[in-house]
């Protein structure tokens, strides 16, 4: 299993994260917890988006 780094921060009323080694993971959320599971979400989207991507790369490279 591939470790990632999440950061968090506070910024007024709002918590921000993203993921150091994922451009493109960030999220927001009121509270930490709503932000933590709002970046797991998107972290699973880019994921699935990106082996989506790589699939029909090697699909269409071999016809």
């Known amino acids: ?13 709002w918590w921000i994260g993203y993921v150091e080694e994922l451009p ?4 927001q959320g009121r509270t ?16 699935e988006a990106n082996r989506e991507l790589a699939r029909r790369e090697t699909s269409t490279s071999s016809r």
């Open 1 to 13: 299993m591939i470790k990632l780094t999440a950061v968090y921060e506070r910024e007024g009323n």
């Open 24 to 27: 493109g993971a960030n999220a």
């Open 32 to 47: 930490l917890e709503e932000v933590r599971e709002n970046l797991k979400e998107t972290v699973q989207l880019i994921i």
